[in-house]
């Protein structure tokens, strides 16, 4: 067997086991913030904007939702939703963040990739044992209330 017929069946075999989500390597997965600076709720949905310096709203991100960042410009993020059908458009980072608690192990988790699977959106975080997908319901912002 050639050398890039074994690389190719690694590759294939790599992405089954355990590249199961929908990130490529260079996207980031964050988390959706609606909170002021106490924890509580300020917005319960983000509005996804056509683009930086427009008020039209394309859709919008719910509080503890979940996206893909597929671009950036300057304090500007181009998102797409997690869920059944996605929704794009741009926030302010403002509204992302990059880490939450783990429900019921009060875990500090950061996110590696993200899929929407059997009705739900599922979030593969690091923990400080490895990797494990959740369920995005599992997850809570740091200092949510």
Not at 11 to 39: E, K, M
Not at 75 to 93: F, P
């Amino acid at each position: 067997m050639s050398l890039a017929r074994v690389l190719s069946v690694c590759a294939a075999l790599a992405f089954l086991v355990g590249g199961q989500g929908c990130a490529s390597p260079a996207t980031r997965v964050v988390l959706i913030s609606g909170r002021d600076d106490h924890g509580l709720v300020a917005r319960p949905a983000v509005a996804l904007l056509r683009s930086p310096n427009d008020s039209v709203v394309n859709g919008s991100a719910m509080d503890g939702s979940f996206v893909f960042v597929l671009r950036e410009q300057n304090s500007w993020l181009y998102v797409r939703t997690i869920e059944a059908v996605a929704q794009e458009g741009w926030i302010d980072d403002h509204y992302a963040r990059g880490d939450a608690v783990l429900i019921g192990r009060a875990v500090r988790v950061t996110f590696r990739d993200a899929a929407f699977r059997d009705g739900a959106a599922m979030v593969l975080v690091r923990t400080s044992s490895g990797d494990e997908w959740v369920s995005a319901s599992a997850l809570r912002e740091v200092g949510a209330r």
